[in-house]
Nanobody, 116 residues
Framework: QAHLKESGGGLVRAGESLRLACATSEFTSAVYALGWYRQAPGKGREGLLCVSARGDTRYYDDSVKGRFTMSRDDAENTVYLQMNNLKPEDTAVYYC?????????WGRGTQVTVSS
């Protein structure tokens, strides 16, 4: 059973940046994929981007291209989501996940609120 914990959320103003972290109990170098989703108030969970074991990045949401990037620190088993030029519509709970041995594991999320 893998465990993930997000951190780094908070309240920022439009145009500012945040970096979210996702600490995992698994070796990030051993998982098949790692990624981030978010869920805005009153909406379903939407995929943002993920990184494969080979290091290939795939974006699921064009609205974050050029603003959000992922990185990983395999020594710390941590994945990061750098979010720049935040917009009020980025307000959501952000979740990280890993895909390992055929199973998805999720964190409990961290709240990001962007004021206009």
């Amino acid at each position: 059973q893998a465990h993930l914990k997000e951190s780094g959320g908070g309240l920022v103003r439009a145009g500012e940046s945040l970096r979210l972290a996702c600490a995992t109990s698994e070796f990030t170098s051993a998982v098949y994929a790692l990624g981030w989703y978010r869920q805005a108030p009153g909406k379903g969970r939407e995929g943002l981007l993920c990184v494969s074991a080979r290091g290939d990045t795939r974006y699921y949401d064009d609205s974050v291209k050029g603003r959000f990037t992922m990185s990983r620190d395999d020594a710390e088993n941590t994945v990061y989501l750098q979010m720049n030029n935040l917009k009020p519509e980025d307000t959501a709970v952000y979740y990280c996940y890993i895909y390992l041995a055929g199973t998805y594991y999720w964190g409990r999320g961290t709240q990001v609120t962007v004021s206009s």
